[in-house]
């Protein structure tokens, strides 16, 4: 068979599809977005599980409305500029090609003020095509409405969950970005009903606690470990045998192999939910070896497995509960 160069529309539907995959993924671009925007609340409000509408609302530094076009544009990023800033990447994202996939597969509608700006802006767009941009008078912050995900990408659509499946995972994502950005306060909203709301005060264990709701123990830990700060969570989950292990770097959500082998290994015998909250210089994490940036590359990794260990046998041998006065109710 003779090689063809992909049209535009399909090789930008290949793109766009190892980014945004369901609904989760579309929040999950949108709120490290509005972290990355040093937002303080954030309001996901969904549609049948995301599937008909997104809106993700922040209070953050906004986007000038003249470069609105350019948020939709692929490899058009504010977070770093050149090369040698690949190896010390400090925000969320970086590879400015979010927006641009998920706008190339739905119809958005993007409304912001930068901070400071006199004017704010509007920007929509269908299938990645801009047909609409002009100032609109708004307040600092962002909101970006998703709709029609897959409206012109049937193959993807088929894939979608129902309404509840889809819900679950938004709603599991954005506990997790809560126990990981205590200060933030996000709310979610689905079908006009709340789903949940951190309290955004900065206490972690108050977040843990609405989250994960009642449980009869929750421990926690700090160690570090050459260069790697590692606080560490534990609930006990009465009659569950599993563990459940959620992990974040540098305040990202990762899934990674080989912390999850460390975990795995040293929690074996104590099952609960695990949470690990590592903290590294960024030039000894590499964050841009996986395309919905999951997994990560440590430049030391007998320092995460050590961490892991000190940890969780720190909070494995705490002998009494009364240890933890701050978690009695
Ligand atoms: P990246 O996050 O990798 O830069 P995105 O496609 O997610 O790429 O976003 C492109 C750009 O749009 C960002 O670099 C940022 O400047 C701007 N942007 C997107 N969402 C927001 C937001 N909620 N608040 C402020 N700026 C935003
Ligand atoms: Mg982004």
């Not at 490290?32 to 922040?58: W, Y």
């Not at 692929?74 to 770093?80: C, F, G, L, P, V």
């Amino acid at each position: 068979m003779a090689i063809l160069k992909l049209p535009r529309e399909v090789a930008l539907k290949i793109a766009a599809g190892e980014v945004v995959e369901r609904p989760v993924s579309v929040v999950k671009e949108a709120l490290e977005n509005s972290l990355d925007a040093h937002s303080s609340r954030i309001l996901v409000t969904l549609t049948e599980g995301g599937k008909s509408s997104i809106v993700v609302e922040d209070n953050g530094n906004g986007i000038l409305w003249q470069e609105m076009p350019l948020v939709i544009t692929r490899y058009a990023t504010s977070k770093i500029a050149t090369v040698n800033d690949l190896s010390n990447i400090k925000t969320l994202g970086y590879r400015g090609e979010a927006i641009a996939s998920i706008a190339a597969v739905s119809r958005i509608d993007l409304r912001s003020k930068a901070k400071g700006a006199a004017e704010g802006g509007l920007l929509k767009a269908e299938g990645g095509s801009i047909v609409c941009h002009e100032q609109l008078p708004w307040k600092e912050g962002t909101r970006l409405q998703v709709d029609d995900l897959f409206f012109n990408f049937p193959a993807r659509k088929k894939f979608l969950r129902s309404n509840l499946s889809e819900l679950r995972k938004i709603s599991a994502l954005m506990r997790d970005f809560g126990a990981a950005y205590p200060a933030v306060l996000f709310s979610l909203y689905h079908n006009g009903n709340k789903i949940f709301e951190t309290q955004g005060t900065g206490d972690r264990a108050a977040v843990l606690r609405s989250l994960w709701g009642a449980s009869p123990e929750t421990r926690s830990t700090t160690v570090s470990c050459g260069s790697i700060k590692l606080e560490c969570w534990w609930q006990s989950t009465p009659g569950r045998q599993k563990n459940i292990i959620t992990s974040f770097v540098n305040g990202r959500i990762v899934s990674d192999p080989l912390i999850r082998g460390a975990a795995s290994a040293a929690c074996k015998d104590f099952s609960g939910n695990w949470m690990f909250f590592f903290t590294l210089p960024p030039e000894l994490v590499d964050v841009n070896i996986h395309p919905a940036k999951a997994e990560v590359r440590f430049r030391y990794p007998a320092e995460i497995f050590e961490a892991v260990k000190a940890a969780s046998l720190d909070l494995q041998n705490r002998p009494t509960r009364l240890s933890f006065p701050s978690f009695w109710e």
